[in-house]
């Protein structure tokens, strides 16, 4: 697994803990605000994440098997095998599955089981770990760009979140690219925490509002006082 330094911690940004939590997830493509579907002038040079790098979910519906997530996620099939080996065949609605790859290098599969509150993450190598959680919450993460959103993210969520977070915006056509440094963000996501409150992860991504101050605002999802 590669390693990454960690980024700075952007010191402008905050963490909310939500009033209120959605009944359930968002589909993982949604639409932007209702005219502004214009890119924004880039106003000070913007810090892209590398392209090396690529994130694929699956949220389970009804009569899924772990064969359409993986099928999905371009895995070659001789490495099904193993993979299901490892984290079982039995799925409900709502849990998730997560592949995250590397130079186009499968690079770990994140499964997150929501009725038993449990994860379990398999390796490129093929090893497997598994944490048991206690409780989850939705929190509203907010911040403001200074060099690019990835690199806010990365700091106070985790390097592999904040690739989720982008991958869901790219989907719905928000410019990443040309975000102008001071856009500030609201990201409402599911943070699940273990038994003696420490955070192992974060699960659903509820919606994200992001504002360009001077070029308009994008809305995916579901964010409090704000429609998309």
């Given at each position: 697994v590669a390693v990454t330094?960690?980024?700075?911690?952007v010191t402008s940004a905050s963490v909310l803990l939500a009033d209120t939590e959605p009944e359930a997830a968002l589909p993982l493509h949604a639409g932007v605000s209702a005219g502004l579907s214009k890119a924004a002038t880039l106003e000070a040079t913007a810090v892209p994440a590398p392209e090396t790098k690529r994130v694929k979910e699956?949220?389970?519906?009804p009569g899924d098997t772990l064969s359409h997530g993986l099928a999905m996620s371009g895995l070659p099939m001789h490495r099904w095998s193993d993979l299901v080996d490892r984290v079982g065949t039995v799925f409900h609605p709502g849990d998730r599955a997560?592949?995250?790859?590397e130079n186009d290098e499968f690079e770990q599969?994140?499964?997150?089981?929501?009725?038993?509150?449990?994860?379990?993450?398999?390796?490129?190598?093929?090893?497997?770990?598994?944490?048991?959680a206690s409780a989850s919450r939705v929190d509203a993460v907010k911040g403001s760009v200074q060099t690019s959103l990835f690199a806010a993210l990365a700091a106070l969520l985790d390097e592999r979140?904040?690739?989720?977070?982008?991958?869901?915006?790219?989907?719905?056509?928000?410019?990443l690219k040309t975000l102008p440094?001071?856009?500030?963000f609201d990201v409402r996501i599911e943070r699940?925490?273990?038994?003696?409150?420490?955070t192992i992860g974060f699960g659903a991504i509820r919606g994200v509002r992001i504002d360009t101050v001077h070029k308009g605002a994008y809305t995916v999802g579901e964010v409090p006082g704000y429609s998309a």
């Amino acid at each position: 697994v590669a390693v990454t330094d960690r980024l700075p911690v952007v010191t402008s940004a905050s963490v909310l803990l939500a009033d209120t939590e959605p009944e359930a997830a968002l589909p993982l493509h949604a639409g932007v605000s209702a005219g502004l579907s214009k890119a924004a002038t880039l106003e000070a040079t913007a810090v892209p994440a590398p392209e090396t790098k690529r994130v694929k979910e699956f949220v389970f519906e009804p009569g899924d098997t772990l064969s359409h997530g993986l099928a999905m996620s371009g895995l070659p099939m001789h490495r099904w095998s193993d993979l299901v080996d490892r984290v079982g065949t039995v799925f409900h609605p709502g849990d998730r599955a997560i592949f995250y790859f590397e130079n186009d290098e499968f690079e770990q599969l994140l499964v997150i089981f929501r009725r038993k509150n449990q994860r379990i993450t398999v390796t490129s190598d093929l090893d497997v770990h598994t944490a048991t959680a206690s409780a989850s919450r939705v929190d509203a993460v907010k911040g403001s760009v200074q060099t690019s959103l990835f690199a806010a993210l990365a700091a106070l969520l985790d390097e592999r979140t904040a690739w989720r977070v982008g991958t869901w915006l790219k989907h719905a056509e928000v410019p990443l690219k040309t975000l102008p440094k001071g856009s500030t963000f609201d990201v409402r996501i599911e943070r699940i925490t273990g038994q003696n409150g420490e955070t192992i992860g974060f699960g659903a991504i509820r919606g994200v509002r992001i504002d360009t101050v001077h070029k308009g605002a994008y809305t995916v999802g579901e964010v409090p006082g704000y429609s998309a």
